[in-house]
């Protein structure tokens, strides 16, 4: 069975519009992560989560807002969406331990391919 | 700020052929470096990861020694197999604490039979 499940697996939207992609991981790790791969950058950190709270946010739009509304979830909302969008994106967890949110290992879901047209 | 450099774009090979893909980062202090693999339509997969000077990770017949004298984590393997075709990329973990990831651009391997 999927330990990361991400819905859904692809995304048409038209430019302007809203989307939420959705993450679910059941792995009982406590920190989550979004990541963006397109043509143009390969895997690009966009957040970190670490038991509900941000800890990074490197995108530097706020039309990104990702949503933890339970320890295991963490959803992205994006708002006007722009064709530059279109990418894959992944969302990954990992078990923080005691050296810190650097030291773990992040594990990854299967991605939601996001198509702005 | 901190970056991967993954030398190959491409490398074809093989089976049976050894591999090398080279990766050189630039960070202060001892960043975690990380290997992943990826398959078509697939998330990243762990491979393996080192967080010391000459600690050596290794997962599936392919290893990487961390060399802090020359900043690089070379993943290789011995004899690939048609099956290890994917993409791969070498990541290291930033020491802001916060989970950032920063990865390579990733090598693209084909193995032929």
């Known amino acids: 069975d999927p330990k990361i499940i991400q819905k859904p697996k692809y995304l048409v939207a038209v430019t302007g519009s809203e989307k939420i992609l959705i993450c679910e991981q059941y792995l009982g790790h406590n920190a989550m992560y979004w990541y963006r791969q397109s043509a143009k950058k390969p895997l690009e950190f966009m957040f970190s989560?670490?038991?509900?709270?941000?800890?990074d946010n490197q995108t530097a739009s706020s039309r990104f807002q990702p949503q933890s509304s339970k320890k295991n979830h963490l959803d992205l909302q994006i708002t006007a969406l722009k064709p530059d969008d279109s990418a894959t994106y992944f969302c990954?967890?990992?078990?923080?331990?005691?050296?810190?949110?650097?030291?773990?290992?992040?594990?990854f879901g299967p991605g939601t391919r996001l198509l702005v047209l | 700020g901190d970056s991967v450099t993954q030398t190959e774009g491409q490398v074809a090979l093989s089976e049976e052929d050894f591999l090398t893909i080279h990766c050189n980062y630039s960070a202060s202090g001892y960043p975690a470096l990380f290997w992943y693999v990826q398959y078509p339509g697939e998330g990243p997969q762990f491979l393996f990861r080192?967080?010391?000077?000459?600690e050596k990770g290794s997962s599936r017949g392919f290893e990487a020694t961390y060399d802090k004298g020359t900043t690089s984590f070379h993943l290789r393997k011995a004899s690939v197999q048609e099956s290890d075709s994917a993409v791969y990329y070498c990541a290291l973990a930033h020491n802001t604490n916060t989970g950032k990831l920063t990865f390579g651009d990733g090598t693209v391997l084909t193995v032929k039979p």
């Open positions: 989560y670490s038991y509900q709270k941000l800890m």
């Open positions: 080192a967080s010391r000077d000459k």
């Open positions: 990954a967890s990992s078990q923080p331990g005691t050296g810190g949110l650097n030291q773990d290992t992040q594990y």
